[in-house]
T-cell receptor, first 113, second 108 residues
Framework: DSGVTQTPKHLITATGQRVTLRCSPRSGDLSVYWYQQSLDQGLQFLIQYYNGEERAKGNILERFSAQQFPDLHSELNLSSLELGDSALYFC????????????FGPGTRLTVL | GQSLEQPSEVTAVEGAIVQINCTYQ??????LSWYQQHDGGAPTFLSYNALDGLEETGRFSSFLSRSDSYGYLLLQELQMKDSASYFC?????????FGPGTRLSVLP
């Protein structure tokens, strides 16, 4: 158990819809990272927040947005969903250790029908 | 662009030693990390190299050569539970980039 929690575990929705994925980091971690993992694209970095502020941005689509709240939990919002958005979405926290390690949550499996 | 390359598959027998290579091309390189991911599970951190040389953690070791933009993960005394995918990862500038993953199969 990494100490990072993600909800929901599974999500099934239709094209054009909007969903929100939630992540709670490990106690004491200020950074939250979001990743998308699909079979053909591997692990893709989407965005990082540090103590409520956006710190780094990767290959995040304009239809996707994220935020980190004062209690440090984070939400990833996906809108105008397309079939290709079906993937496993991971949240990770950490990055404060000398080894720069990230601790991944169990993931949310999103299926867009 | 920023990219990491690693072999797609490696097979070895229990008790053997296996090396998984990773070459990278990133700007603003900070260091190379390695993660393990079992089927259906989340990636878990294995090791990190910021400087050239070898880092050892139990049965796992990781090596980095900045001048060659190359690193490897060495797994010794392989066990069946080591069957998993292994990813190298690097931070390049504002982006965290993961390699495509190497699927390790350990045979009895």
């Amino acid at each position: 158990d990494s100490g990072v929690t993600q909800t929901p575990k599974h999500l099934i929705t239709a094209t054009g819809q909007r969903v929100t994925l939630r992540c709670s980091p490990r106690s004491g971690d200020l950074s939250v990272y979001w990743y998308q993992q699909s079979l053909d694209q591997g692990l893709q970095f989407l965005i990082q927040y540090y103590n409520g502020e956006e710190r780094a941005k990767g290959n995040i689509l304009e239809r996707f947005s994220a935020q980190q709240f004062p209690d440090l939990h984070s939400e990833l919002n996906l809108s105008s969903l397309e079939l290709g958005d079906s993937a496993l979405y991971f949240c990770a926290s950490g990055g404060r250790g000398s080894h720069n390690e990230q601790f991944f949550g169990p993931g949310t499996r999103l299926t867009v029908l | 662009g920023q990219s990491l390359e690693q072999p797609s598959e490696v097979t070895a027998v229990e008790g053997a030693i296996v090396q998984i290579n990773c070459t990278y091309q990133t700007s603003g390189f900070y260091g190379l990390s390695w993660y393990q991911q079992h089927d259906g599970g989340a990636p878990t951190f294995l090791s990190y190299n910021a400087l050239d040389g070898l880092e050892e953690t139990g049965r796992f070791s990781s090596f980095l050569s900045r001048s060659d933009s190359y690193g490897y993960l060495l797994l010794q005394e392989l066990q069946m539970k080591d069957s998993a995918s292994y990813f190298c990862a690097a931070r390049g500038g504002q982006n965290f980039v993961f390699g495509p993953g190497t699927r390790l199969s350990v045979l009895p």
